[in-house]
């Protein structure tokens, strides 16, 4: 009787874990000096000092040296080893191999990261040229390859590595002829986190049209980077309300200018009225010529009438400059046009992505007449404030609001919200909202059966 044999082969390692939901592919080769087999048999075990047993049923041919478990779970242990088949007959099977044992990793997602720098000398340079290096504290070389704008503030690098260490510069273009390059930017060095940054939420379980008494059935939010991938380690707490009815625009014509901290009167007109004319050519911009006031900045406006307001838009200025665009904001409602304070605010964060297209910011429905944008920030650290316009959202119907539990902490990336009502019919959205990240409005639903009013309460026993 033959038989094969094998003395220290060896699986050789992994040779590569591919993109999974949740099955993450393992592929192993090895290599085989001996007699021709039938095959050969890829066998696993669960724990990291197993002793492979359970076939993984794979068809691996006689001359095949590379096979895919395709089945692992990141975050697992295994060990698997291979067996030459012989023929049942005159040739036995192989010793198995030396065992292979890892914990299957998920493979490193790309991040995008957005960088935003600030450059005042607008002398004709013709854009920006980002750079990158891998490394704690290495000096940038790589150009990204970017087509940078010389308006450009910011640009993405899109292909980060999650646990990876970079430094970033820039260099300000200069046409080829007579102007040069400038000299490259201090860097900028960060370690990407691992499971990414969170950038945006996104509904996973949408809600359905209620059950009895007003009770919806669990809803789920999840939270997302900029590439869309959920972020695991992500642990934000995240709110949930309902917003009723279709959300209208209160038209510009119909609101009154309420008041700035500063404005350009000297070399531009660029008044607080200027936000609010309809106009998205004109724009409102703190003092900037004669004095430059730094930031805190606000502006309020006068709807001239109570609506029961649901969000706003803020248009950054649309003249090709980014000067007084508004990174971090509050934003204040009320009836009688006092206070702004904590009683009043109605939604704060930021406008994230930092560039000067439109955002729109929802919040739980609140009667106002008078509402009041406060800048904490400017996207480049600059002093000033600006607006081409603000737009102050409305809804007309329902009046219902969320109860239950409608703030939770994500779990793994994952928000899920429970035994959530709503306390009047009509027909609404979920909208969501965590600190600082881009907003996810759901599906709209049905509310017939609403929860009932809070019954009376026994305060005290009259004796
Ligand atoms: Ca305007």
Redesign the pocket.
């Known amino acids: 009787m033959g038989m094969l044999r094998l003395m220290g082969w060896a699986l050789l390692g992994v040779l590569l874990a591919v993109t999974g939901s949740e099955a993450i592919p393992v592929t192993f080769a090895w290599n085989y000096t001996g007699p021709t087999p039938l095959g050969f048999t890829l066998r696993r075990c669960t724990g990291l000092t197993c002793l492979p047993s359970v076939s993984l049923g794979l068809t691996i041919g006689p001359t095949d040296r590379q096979a895919t478990d395709p089945n692992a779970t990141a975050g697992t242990g295994y060990c698997w080893d291979i067996l030459a088949r012989g023929d049942g007959t005159n040739n036995s099977d192989s010793a198995p191999s030396t065992p292979f044992c890892t914990t299957v990793q998920t493979p490193q997602q790309p991040v995008a990261i957005t960088l935003v720098w600030d450059y005042s000398n607008q002398s004709g340079h013709t854009g920006f040229n980002l750079r990158r290096c891998t490394g704690v504290s290495c000096a940038p070389s790589v150009s990204l390859g970017l087509t940078i704008l010389p308006s450009a503030r910011l640009a993405t690098d899109p292909n980060a590595l999650q646990g990876q260490s970079y430094c970033w510069d820039l260099i300000a273009l200069g046409d080829g002829s007579q102007k040069l390059d400038s000299n490259p930017s201090t860097p900028l060095c960060l370690t990407v986190p691992l499971g990414g940054i969170p950038y945006m939420l996104r509904w996973v379980t949408q809600p359905t049209n209620a059950l009895t008494n007003g009770t919806l059935a669990p809803v789920q939010v999840e939270i997302l980077d900029q590439l869309g991938v959920r972020v695991p380690t992500a642990a934000l707490a995240v709110t949930i309300y309902v917003t009723p009815g279709a959300t209208i625009a209160i038209p ?1 014509s119909q609101v009154t200018f309420n008041g700035v901290d500063s404005q350009e009167t000297d070399f531009e007109q660029n008044d607080g ?12 911009h703190t003092q900037w010529s004669l004095a430059q006031p730094p930031y805190p900045h606000w502006i309020s406006m006068d709807l001239r009438t109570p609506y029961n307001i649901t969000g706003f838009r803020y ?1 950054p200025r649309q003249d090709g400059e980014a000067n007084g665009t508004v990174a971090n904001y509050k934003f204040y409602a009320n009836l009688t046009g006092l206070p702004w304070d904590t009683t009043t605010l109605v939604s704060q964060g930021s406008f994230f992505p930092f560039d000067t297209t439109e955002k729109t910011k929802r919040f739980m429905g609140r009667m106002a007449r008078y509402v009041l944008l406060w800048g904490d920030s400017e996207i480049n650290g600059n002093p000033w404030m600006s ?3 603000i737009t102050v959202l409305y809804s007309n119907t329902g009046a219902g609001s969320v109860t239950g539990t409608s703030t939770v902490n994500a779990v793994n990336g994952l928000a899920t919200f429970s035994a959530v009502q709503v306390n009047a019919a009509g027909t609404y959205t979920l909208d969501t909202d965590s600190l600082g990240l881009v907003q996810a409005t759901s599906t709209s639903f049905t509310i017939t059966d609403p929860a009932p009013p809070q019954g009376p309460q026994v305060r005290r026993v009259v004796q």
């Open positions: 510009n009225p200027r936000a609010m004319d309809g106009l998205t050519t004109t724009f409102w248009l607006a081409a316009e």
